[in-house]
Nanobody, 124 residues
Framework: QVQLVETGGGSVQAGDSLRLSCASS??????MAWFRQAPGKEREFVAR????????SYTDSVKGRFTISRTNTGNTVYLQMNNLKPKDTAVYYC???????????????????WGQGTQVTVSS
């Protein structure tokens, strides 16, 4: 069982930066990902990173602004968010894939373990 805890959310102005962190209960060899859910919308994929950090991918709307990374031990994943826009306002969730080493995503169905979410609010 993997437990995930997200931190780092907050309220910022458009153009500001935030860094989200996701701490797992132990070292993880899973693909890790960030998803987000805006009010009244379905949860959507944001970014993912392979078990060793060697491969990443992003949804088009955040490319060039967001960066996903993970520690060498694999038990903390970050999402650096720059040049934030009001449309980035959402609850952000961290997720871990369902099998070690397997490249998972971007479908939510590929992810077994989820954090409780952290709110990011961007005002114009």
């Amino acid at each position: 069982q993997v437990q995930l805890v997200e931190t780092g959310g907050g309220s910022v102005q458009a153009g500001d930066s935030l860094r989200l962190s996701c701490a797992s209960s132990g070292p993880t060899l899973y693909t890790m990902a960030w998803f987000r859910q805006a009010p009244g919308k379905e949860r959507e994929f944001v970014a993912r990173i392979s078990f060793n950090g060697g491969t990443t991918s992003y949804t088009d709307s955040v490319k060039g602004r967001f960066t996903i990374s993970r520690t060498n031990t694999g038990n903390t994943v970050y999402l650096q968010m720059n040049n934030l826009k009001p449309k980035d306002t959402a609850v952000y969730y961290c997720a871990a894939g369902h099998a070690p080493y397997l490249w998972a995503g971007p479908s939510q169905r590929d992810f077994t373990f989820w954090g409780q979410g952290t709110q990011v609010t961007v005002s114009s």
